[in-house]
């Protein structure tokens, strides 16, 4: 099993930066690609941002590319969303999700085993 918690979450101004962490520990791999995934209220969850086990490959959603970054740091177990120039519609729960095994970045909700509880963000206008 492998245990996801996001963190860094909050309410801040349209154009701010926020960066939301995601702390993996239990039987974590290094080569499973990870991904962000958001639900706003009322919608389905939706893909954000993904990277790929080795960090080589990443893929974004077409309403945050150019202003969100995804990393990871596999020393310490963490994945990483970076928002820059937040916009009220990116109010949402943001959750973090981890492959089992496979390294390779996909964008559907059905493609991750892990998922962690969430952290909210919510951008005021």
């Known amino acids: 099993q492998v245990q996801l918690v996001e963190s860094g979450g909050g309410v801040v101004q349209a154009g701010d930066s926020l960066r939301l962490s995601c702390a993996a520990s239990?039987?974590?791999?290094?080569?499973?690609?990870m991904g962000w995934f958001r639900q706003a209220p009322g919608k389905e969850r939706e893909f954000v941002a993904a990277i790929s086990g080795i960090g080589g490959s990443t893929k974004f959603a077409d309403s945050v590319k150019g202003r969100f970054t995804i990393s990871r740091d596999n020393a310490k177990n963490t994945l990483y969303l970076q928002m820059n120039s937040l916009k009220p519609e990116d109010t949402a729960v943001y959750y973090c999700?981890?492959?089992?095994?496979?390294?390779?970045?996909?964008?559907?909700?059905?493609?991750?085993?892990?998922w962690g509880q969430g952290t909210q963000v919510t951008v005021s206008s």
């Open positions: 999700a981890a492959r089992q095994r496979f390294a390779v970045v996909v964008t559907t909700t059905q493609g991750y085993d892990y």
């Open positions: 239990g039987r974590t791999s290094s080569t499973s690609a």
